[in-house]
């Protein structure tokens, strides 16, 4: 009984210590190099913004913010805290890199393969450029 009790208590320590011992992943989302390299096809100007911000507010608002800030609505629902799209870190990225992210997406981040064309997809990476100055 006694010998029950402390392999009870070692195996639980060890667990513990397991448990300890794998930091939450702090992985960052980098996207593959033949990606980054991508070049945009689609100008920036005022009609391209228009409509990435339309697609903005409709799909990337809740969880990004107004302006992207990462501070939507639903981000607080998400567990994980949506990127600031605004932030250098982000903006510093190239539009290969952007479009990339918005195409696979990364949970609990959906993907937009299917959601928006690819032509909607290069107007709202136009439209995320306009953050920066947020
Ligand atoms: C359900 C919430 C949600 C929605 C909707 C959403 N995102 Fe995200 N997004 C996230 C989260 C969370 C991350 C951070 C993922 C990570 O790094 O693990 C992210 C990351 C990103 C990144 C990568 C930033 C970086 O750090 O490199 C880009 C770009 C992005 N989102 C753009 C968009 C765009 C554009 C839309 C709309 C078409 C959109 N997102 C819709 C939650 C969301």
């Known amino acids: 009984m006694k010998l029950l009790v402390i392999l009870t208590l070692l195996l639980s320590s060890a ?5 300890v011992g794998e930091p939450e992943s702090k992985e960052k989302w980098i ?3 033949a990606e ?3 070049k945009n ?3 920036a100007n005022d009609s391209s913004l228009a409509v990435g911000q339309k697609i903005y507010l409709q799909r990337c608002v809740g969880c990004h913010g107004k302006t992207g ?13 949506p990127a600031k799209l605004s932030d250098a870190a982000v903006q510093q990225q ?7 992210k918005v195409t ?3 949970k609990p981040m959906p993907n937009y393969r299917t959601r928006l064309s690819p ?9 995320l450029r306009t953050l920066a100055r947020r």
């Open 31 to 33: 996207a593959p190099a």
């Open 41 to 43: 096809p689609v100008a």
């Open 15 to 19: 667990l513990i210590a397991v448990s």
């Open 94 to 100: 190239t539009d290969g890199e952007l479009f990339w």
């Open 36 to 38: 980054a390299g991508k």
């Open 104 to 106: 696979v997406g990364k």
């Open 119 to 127: 032509t909607d997809r290069w107007n709202v990476i136009n439209y």
């Open 69 to 81: 800030k990462g501070d939507g609505p639903d981000a607080a629902d998400l567990g994980i805290h």
